[in-house]
């Protein structure tokens, strides 16, 4: 059944929990799970949802085999919806849900949505790192050489809501006047940014380490700050893998002498909680029974806190080294995310994002 999503619902209703049963042994041999992919084959959101499966498939009772459903469009509208629709509460169709599955239906025309997401049972949700960067030939190496400059620079984004969303937020706290292309694929966007047609690009930690970093260490790009990893305090610290690179935190107070504070703030923060710390999530379909949740909950949690397995390259170039939340920690890192996205910074940042760049936020 489809459920329409109303912001007013989605922003009080928790995230799902399990539906008790009886405790039974579950099974998975000789089964085939299909796992649903908001993009298409090669992208980031691939790579996780294909690392995600395998680690885990491992782990599940019966090692299950998985296979992998591609559905980009609408910046996963296509994915969520299919899998509301045709998902099943046996742990067999399950769902690798990016951070678009909270801030669209909040941003954007509910009635395209037919998913609630919020009824969806959390297994991991894997936070992501954020790496700005600039280039040698567009003067952008330095934040000092990038305020010098009289013309806006350009910088290509995937779609108008999402990580690009922190990314022009973060560039006007700082003063950097920018002109963003909307709707240019990630590897159209570092093309670009390499060619010098783009004087800034937004990376992930992974596609720094695996993209720029080649070029960080011929001299031809450098990273201007990160967005950092949230302690349990609510402060932000510096990337462990980019320990030198400062948080945008660190480069806000260099430039202006003080702590960034206003709705500016608010809206910046709220958006880090919904892009940031829930970049990504494995989700299984409301009303999945407790033994199977359990399973899954298990098996992750194995999977990803072996030592070896951390210590493991593919590890590190695709989940950095952000702590991943499992289970009812993952379901409570959603909710946090979708209360600050509350209705005034969503008007705020509708509001300033038209302004800014003539272009509806959704």
């Known amino acids: 059944m489809h459920h329409m999503l109303k912001i007013s619902t989605f922003l009080v209703a928790g995230f799902c929990t399990a539906t008790p049963v009886l405790s039974q042994a579950v099974d998975f041999s000789n089964k085939r799970v299909e796992m649903v992919i908001t993009s298409g084959e090669g992208g980031g959101a691939d790579t996780y949802a294909r690392f995600m499966g395998e680690v885990i498939s491992r782990e599940l009772p019966g090692q299950p085999t998985f296979i ?22 046996d742990g067999l169709i399950i769902m690798s849900m990016t951070s678009s599955s909270i801030m669209r239906p909040v941003f954007g025309k509910s009635e395209d949505y037919k998913f609630n997401a919020s009824q969806w049972i959390p297994v991991v949700t894997s936070p992501n790192g954020y790496v700005a960067v600039g280039s040698k030939v567009a003067n952008t190496m330095t934040m000092e050489s990038i305020l010098a400059q009289k013309v806006p620079l350009a910088t290509g984004m995937a779609n108008v809501l999402g990580t690009g969303t922190m990314f022009l937020l973060s560039y006007e706290m700082l003063g950097v006047n920018v002109k963003p292309a909307f709707n240019v694929s990630g590897g159209d966007s570092q093309l670009s940014f390499q060619r010098g047609e783009f004087a800034l690009e937004a990376n992930s930690v992974g596609s720094y380490h695996r993209l720029s970093m ?4 011929k001299g031809n790009v450098a990273p201007l700050f990160v967005f950092g990893n949230r302690l349990p305090d609510g402060s932000l610290v510096r990337d462990e893998t980019l320990p030198n690179v400062p948080t945008f935190v660190e480069v806000y107070e260099k430039i202006h002498g003080k702590k960034p504070s206003g709705p500016e703030w608010v809206a910046w923060n709220a958006l ?3 892009v940031a710390t829930n970049a ?22 194995r999977a990803l806190t072996k030592p070896e397995m951390i210590a493991s390259a593919p590890y590190k170039n ?6 991943q939340f499992f289970g009812d920690d993952a379901s409570k890192a959603a ?7 509350n ?5 705020w940042l509708k509001k300033w994002h038209q302004d800014q760049y003539g272009v509806p936020l959704q």
């Open 335 to 341: 909710q946090d995310a979708v209360r600050q996205l």
């Open 318 to 323: 695709i989940l950095g080294t952000s702590p």
């Open 214 to 217: 080649p070029e960080v260490e």
């Open 272 to 274: 880090f909680d919904a």
């Open 343 to 347: 209705p005034e910074v969503v008007t």
């Open 68 to 89: 992998y459903r591609n559905m980009a469009g609408g910046g996963g509208i296509m994915a969520n919806n299919w899998f509301e629709a045709n998902g099943t509460p």
């Open 280 to 301: 990504k999530t494995i989700m299984l379909s409301e009303g999945t029974p407790e033994n199977i949740v359990t399973a899954y909950r298990e098996a992750a949690k």
